[in-house]
């Protein structure tokens, strides 16, 4: 059984930095494509950043690029989320993914979802 524990969420200020893990079991970790979805109060889930299998690729959004930073460990079958220069507008609740496996890069769709934690930027 495919399991995703977030962790790592909380209250920072704007200007402060977070980082967030993703600890997966019941999969073949360094086979699966992961990513970062976030979904804020009364708007759709938004994708974030992917990792490809080996880590030696990454994509963001463009409203994170520059700032976030995607990174997997496959030994310790965990995917990190590192965020600087949170503002506010980044406050969600953030969820890590996998892609279906066999998904070639940039896939357009996740099947397994962790529960989320939550991100909250103060002004």
């Known amino acids: 059984q495919v399991q995703l524990v977030e962790s790592g969420g909380g209250l920072v200020q ?30 759709e889930r938004e994708f974030v950043a992917a990792i490809s299998w080996s880590g030696s690729n990454t994509y963001y959004s463009d409203s994170v690029s520059g700032r976030f930073t995607v990174s997997r460990d496959n030994a310790k079958n965990t995917v990190y989320l590192q ?27 996740y099947d397994f979802w962790g529960q989320g934690t939550q991100v909250t930027v103060s002004s």
Request: positive net charge.
């Open 14 to 43: 704007a200007g402060g930095s977070l980082r967030l893990s993703c600890a997966a079991s019941g999969l073949a970790f360094s086979t699966y494509i992961m990513a970062w979805f976030r979904q804020a109060p009364g708007k």
């Open 83 to 109: 965020m600087n220069s949170l503002k506010p507008g980044d406050t969600a609740v953030y969820y890590c993914a996998t892609a279906p496996r066999g998904s070639s890069w940039r896939p357009a769709k």
